[in-house]
C-alpha cells in the first residue's frame, strides 16, 4: 500500500479465546508499577509453543 | 471505533475493536477523520472536497476500503461472555508482610507503612497459613503469584524467608508454582540479603524516584541524610546480577506535581545503568499538594511525547531501555478474556494484613467495609456480595470504558483509586488516572510504529 503502513499483522481475533488465568495480574497503582493488561504476557501461549516445539 | 493521533510527525490509528494500529500519510489520516462506518466501496462525495489530487484521494481511499473489508479498520464491536462461576479462583496475593516502614516518604499512601493501623510486623505462621489458603483456593491454576509488601517488607526478613522455602515446597506437593515478587526501598539492602533475593525472587522492585534532589525531597529518612546515596549503590549492583542472570526486575519512581519534568528522572535512571525502568504519576486527593491536577495534564502529555521520542531515537541506536508504560506486545499480547477482565481485585486478587485478614487488594488493606475475612476461618459473609461486584466492575459495566479507545488496553483502571478519589463509586474512572492512560498508550503505540521502521 501507498498510503498506509499497518504494524501489526495479528489482532485481538487471531489470538486464542483462552481465558484460562494462568497470566500475572495486573495492578495498575503507581506502587505496584502500574501494570495494564496490555504490557502483561500471555502464559497460555508461551506453554503452547513449548509443547510444539517438544 | 477508530482512534486517530498525532506524535512526533507521525500519524496513527488505532482500530479499537481488533487492536490493528495503522501509520499513515498525511492524506490517508485526514481521509480516515472523515469517515464513520459503514463504508462504501465507491470514494464518499465528500472526500473530493479536501485539497488533494482526486486519483491520490480514490487510490488512498480504495486502500482504507481495503482495511474495513479485511476488519482492520472500524471493525466491528464484540462482547466476550464472562464465566459465570460462583466459585472464583484465586491466583495472587499481597502479603503485607510488615506495615511498618524506615523511610517518610512524601506521597505514600501506606501512611508511612501504618495504613491507619498500628505498626505491625507479619508472624511467619500467618504468611504459610495465607499460602494454604491460597493453595486451596487456586482451583486448577498453576502458576501463582506471591507478593512481598509493605510498609517495608525488609523489615520482616525472617518472615518473607519462612514464607518463600515454606511456599515453594507447598506449590511443588500441589503441583503448583508460585512466583515471588518482592518490593523494596532499598534500605536494608545488605550483600546477603541481595544474594538472597536475586535467587528466591521471581521479580524485584526497586523503589527510587530518580535524579538524587527529586528522590530526597520525596523520599526520606525519619533521622535524616540521603536515601538516594544510601540504596543506589546497592540498587545497581541487584540491577546488574538480574540483568546478567536474565531476571526480573524493575526500577521505579513516582512522579508528583514537583517533578512535572520526569523524563530526566527516567533518563537519569537509564544513564546509572538500569534497563527496566517505571516512573508513574501519583495518585493522591485533589487537595493534597502533591497531587497531578488537571490543569497540568497537557504539561505531563508533552513530557510522555518527549519520553516516548527520546526512547524511539535511544532504542534504534540500539541501547537497552524500556519504560515500563510504553510496554505493549501488539502481536502475542493476551487474550481478550484478560483484556476485558481488568486488574482481579477482590476476585483472582486479594491482600493479606500482618494479623491475617483478607482484603480485595493492597490499597483497601484497612478499609474496614471491605473486609473479606481472614486466612483461618476464611471468607465471611458480605464477602460473596463484594467480591462479585469486583467481579462485575468492567470495561463492559463502567459507562466511560465503553466509549474509551484504550479499554482493551487498559482492562478498565483501578477500582481503589475509583473508590478512593471518585466518592466512593467504584463504577465510576478516576479522570486523571484515565487521561494519563490514554496519553501513554498512544505514546506506546507510537513507539511501536517508530520501531517497525
Ligand atoms: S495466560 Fe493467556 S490465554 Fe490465559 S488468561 Fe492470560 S492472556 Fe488469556
Ligand atoms: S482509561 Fe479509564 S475509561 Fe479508559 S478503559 Fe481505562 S479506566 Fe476505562
Ligand atoms: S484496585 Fe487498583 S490498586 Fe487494587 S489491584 Fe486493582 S489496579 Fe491495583
Known amino acids: 500500500m501507498k498510503n498506509i503502513k499497518t504494524i501489526n499483522k495479528k489482532t485481538y481475533s487471531d489470538t486464542t479465546f483462552a481465558g484460562c488465568g494462568e497470566c500475572r495480574s495486573s495492578c495498575q497503582s503507581a506502587c505496584k508499577t502500574s501494570c495494564t493488561v496490555a504490557n502483561q504476557q500471555c502464559e497460555n501461549k508461551k506453554r503452547l509453543n513449548k509443547d510444539n516445539n517438544k | ?453
Do not use: W
Open chain 2, 1 to 453: 471505533m477508530l482512534h486517530t493521533f498525532e506524535i512526533g510527525g507521525e500519524y496513527l490509528a488505532l482500530d479499537v475493536n481488533s487492536g490493528a494500529l495503522h501509520s499513515f500519510y498525511k492524506l490517508a489520516y485526514d481521509i480516515c477523520k472523515l469517515l464513520t462506518p459503514p463504508l462504501t466501496k465507491e470514494t464518499p462525495e465528500i472526500l473530493y472536497n479536501l485539497e488533494y489530487d482526486k486519483n491520490e484521494v480514490k487510490l488512498a481511499y480504495s486502500e482504507l476500503y481495503s482495511l474495513y473489508e479485511q476488519k482492520l479498520l472500524f471493525s466491528p464491536d464484540f462482547i466476550v461472555d464472562l464465566p459465570k462461576n460462583s466459585v472464583i479462583p484465586i491466583k495472587a496475593l499481597c502479603l503485607h508482610v510488615a506495615h511498618d516502614c524506615n523511610m517518610r516518604c512524601g506521597y505514600c499512601f501506606a501512611d508511612a507503612g501504618e495504613y491507619c493501623g498500628k505498626r505491625e510486623i507479619m508472624a511467619p505462621e500467618v504468611g504459610m497459613k495465607a499460602i494454604d489458603f491460597l493453595i486451596e483456593h487456586s482451583a486448577k491454576i498453576e502458576n501463582l503469584e506471591v507478593d512481598f509488601f509493605g510498609g517495608e517488607p525488609l523489615m520482616a526478613m525472617d518472615t518473607v524467608k519462612a514464607v518463600t522455602e515454606y511456599g515453594k515446597k507447598r506449590a511443588a506437593e500441589a503441583g503448583k508454582h508460585i512466583n515471588f515478587t518482592l518490593t523494596t526501598n532499598g534500605a536494608l539492602l545488605d550483600d546477603e540479603t541481595i544474594e538472597y533475593l536475586d535467587r528466591e525472587m521471581f521479580n524485584l522492585v526497586l523503589s527510587v524516584d530518580g535524579r538524587k534532589s527529586v528522590n530526597d525531597f520525596m523520599r526520606r529518612f525519619p533521622e535524616g541524610g540521603s536515601t538516594y546515596d544510601k540504596i543506589m549503590p546497592q540498587f545497581k549492583k541487584l540491577a546488574e546480577m538480574r540483568q546478567q542472570n536474565g531476571k526480573s526486575y524493575y526500577v521505579r519512581g513516582t512522579f508528583t506535581a514537583k517533578n512535572l519534568d520526569f523524563s530526566s528522572d527516567v533518563f537519569h535512571l537509564a544513564d546509572c545503568g538500569f534497563e527496566e525502568i517505571s516512573v508513574e504519576p501519583v495518585a493522591l486527593e485533589n487537595n493534597h499538594p502533591l497531587a497531578i491536577k488537571e490543569e497540568m495534564l497537557p504539561r505531563i502529555y508533552k513530557e510522555y511525547e518527549k519520553l516516548a521520542i527520546e526512547l524511539a531515537k535511544r532504542k534504534s541506536s540500539g541501547d537497552k531501555i524500556n519504560f515500563f508504560h510504553f510496554n505493549v506486545d501488539l502481536e502475542a499480547g493476551p487474550c481478550v478474556y484478560k483484556r476485558v477482565k481488568g486488574c482481579g481485585a477482590g476476585c483472582e486478587y486479594l491482600a493479606v494484613t500482618p494479623p491475617g485478614a483478607l482484603f480485595p487488594c493492597h490499597q483497601f488493606a484497612g478499609m474496614d467495609n471491605y473486609k473479606l475475612g481472614n486466612i483461618y476461618d476464611g471468607f465471611n459473609d458480605e464477602s460473596a456480595q463484594l467480591r462479585k461486584k469486583f467481579k462485575s466492575t468492567n470495561i463492559y459495566t463502567k459507562p466511560e470504558c465503553q466509549n474509551c479507545f484504550a479499554k482493551f488496553f487498559c482492562g478498565g483502571g483501578c477500582v481503589a483509586a475509583s473508590v478512593k478519589y471518585e466518592g466512593g463509586d467504584m463504577s465510576k474512572c478516576y479522570h486523571i488516572g484515565c487521561e494519563l492512560e490514554r496519553k501513554r498508550l498512544e505514546c506506546a503505540l507510537y513507539l511501536q510504529a517508530k520501531l517497525a521502521e
